[in-house]
């Protein structure tokens, strides 16, 4: 059973270009999150989503970046306009459509973006 | 105020140490409680999950939490070199997780 999958691993782009983001869950997960990593400033939430529907997007700027989770295929998370503040770590973890309060997150390998 | 607070070391230690990582947070809402471990340049995977105060033990490792305090511990006993990684501290009230920054950990043979 494969884990979270993520690509590209790394993605170098120039201010103003776009940036597209995949993570494709663990088999039988339908729940999908991204997160940010800075270094010196940890894991920060972004986006929950299911499929088909966003569910909680409090961390998500609320300019340039989108994200979504359709019926077929991977997750995409994608930020117009890159900035180099942007140059992060963006990592997914997919959880399984458990009916309880906690979902253990299983994550990704992330992916290195880079903004020249 | 962070919502969760983590020192971010770095700690070096000699191999067969005890190791005490901690965190603390400001939300009393939390419930679930987590420690992720992280290699360099890998996704986070889960070591522990703690639902409310008390002690959980995994082989070497030990999570504590204290709710009355707000306060958070893993305990690494027999530390060996394969332990050195990046330690996060999670906490949640459901879906949403809140991160520690992570404490680099080094073992030294």
């Known amino acids: 059973n494969a884990g979270v999958m993520q690509n590209p691993r790394h993605l170098v782009r120039r201010r103003g270009q776009e940036a597209r983001l995949r993570c494709s869950p663990m088999?039988?997960?339908?729940?999908v999150y991204w997160y940010r990593q800075l270094p010196e400033e940890g894991l920060k939430f972004m986006v929950y989503?299911?499929?088909?529907?966003?569910?909680?997007e409090s961390g998500m700027p609320k300019e340039r970046f989108s994200a979504e989770f359709p019926k077929e295929g991977p997750s995409i998370l994608r930020i117009q306009q890159v900035v180099r503040g942007d140059s992060a770590a963006y990592f997914c973890?997919?959880?399984?459509?458990?009916?309880?309060?906690?979902?253990?997150?299983?994550f990704g390998p992330g992916t290195r973006l880079t903004v020249l | 105020q962070k919502e969760v607070e983590q020192d971010p070391g770095p700690l070096s230690v000699p191999e067969g140490a005890i190791v005490s990582l901690n965190c603390t947070y400001s939300?009393?809402?939390?419930?679930?409680f987590m420690w992720y471990r992280q290699y360099s340049r890998k996704g986070p995977e889960l070591l522990m999950y703690?639902?409310?105060?008390g002690n959980k033990e995994d082989g070497r490792f030990t999570a504590q939490v204290d709710k009355s305090s707000k306060y958070i511990s893993l305990f690494i006993r027999d530390s060996q070199p394969s332990d050195s990684a990046t330690y996060l501290c999670?906490?949640?009230?459901?879906?949403?997780?809140?991160f520690g920054t992570g404490t680099s950990l080094t073992v030294i043979p």
């Open positions: 088999k039988g997960h339908s729940h």
């Open positions: 973890a997919s959880s399984p459509p458990v009916a309880t309060s906690y979902n253990e997150q299983f």
């Open positions: 989503l299911q499929k088909e529907n966003i569910i909680d």
């Open positions: 999670a906490m949640s009230t459901g879906n949403q997780f809140y």
């Open positions: 703690t639902y409310s105060s």
């Open positions: 939300n009393s809402a939390f419930q679930y």
